[in-house]
């Protein structure tokens, strides 16, 4: 019997056809991207698929209120249902979910507190902070709004080519930041996951480990987020 055994490589994630749910995506995303309503023929032309093979797919969806169809012209048109169901959950509410396991990790990690930020009306506010354990740590408070060009994770949400910034903190002596960026500029989650450490503390984590635990922190979070 082998003592040692080789680490099995990951799986790929399974691929499952679902043809009537990609049928009823592919019709609500015609539609969105319309600047007009689509009559059957013309949702048919478009999906390259059969009048016959959609219309009970958009009797469906009329049926449950994502679609609207026009009484006279027979068009279909989205109705306000996608955007209901989008806005149940506030993006701000949703990163704070996707975020709290990958926060309390990099803090186990590098003994070090950390805190997420975003751009709020021309300033950077901290909307959440994972503390070290230890009596004596260094904090940002939440709700702290601060110059987003004095701040490491400031700067970093200004810029529109930069992952990650590093700098000594510019409003705390003997402090330095190191940051990185959760989401993109362009997308509806834009914030920065960051650590502020004391520069001379005994046993004080070096630059490249604290950005190498942020960055895949910041991975995580990407990719509960989906994007």
């Not at 319309?34 to 958009?58: H, K, Q, V, W, Y």
């Not at 704070?96 to 805190?115: D, F, K, N």
């Not at 930020?117 to 503390?131: H, K, M, P």
């Not at 989401?183 to 503390?201: F, K």
Request: net charge neutral; charged share 25%; hydrophobic share 45%.
């Amino acid at each position: 019997m082998n003592k040692t055994q080789k680490p099995s490589k990951t799986a790929p994630a399974p691929t499952y056809s679902v043809p009537a749910l990609e049928k009823g995506l592919d019709i609500l995303e015609a539609l969105a991207a319309a600047s007009t309503p689509l009559s059957l023929a013309e949702l048919a032309r478009d999906l390259d698929r059969g009048t016959a093979e959609i219309f009970r797919m958009l009797v469906c969806l009329e049926r449950r209120a994502y679609l609207r169809r026009d009484s006279i012209s027979g068009k279909y048109s989205p109705t306000l249902r996608l955007f209901e169901l989008a806005h149940a959950h506030s993006p701000l509410k949703t990163l704070l979910a996707a975020a709290r396991e990958p926060m309390q990790r990099v803090t186990a990690e590098l003994g070090e507190s950390c805190h997420l930020s975003v751009l709020e009306r021309g300033a950077l506010q901290v909307i959440a902070r994972e503390d070290r354990a230890e009596s004596v740590r260094l904090t940002i408070e939440v709700g702290g709004r601060f110059d987003p060009d004095q701040t490491a994770s400031g700067r970093l949400l200004l810029a529109h080519d930069l992952d990650c910034v590093t700098a000594t903190d510019e409003t705390i002596e003997g402090v330095d930041d190191a940051a990185v960026r959760i989401g993109g500029a362009a997308a509806v989650v834009h914030a920065a996951l960051a650590v502020s450490w004391l520069r001379r503390r005994k046993g004080a984590n070096k630059t490249a480990v604290i950005l190498a635990s942020l960055k895949k922190a910041a991975d995580t979070i990407n990719e509960t987020l989906g994007i």
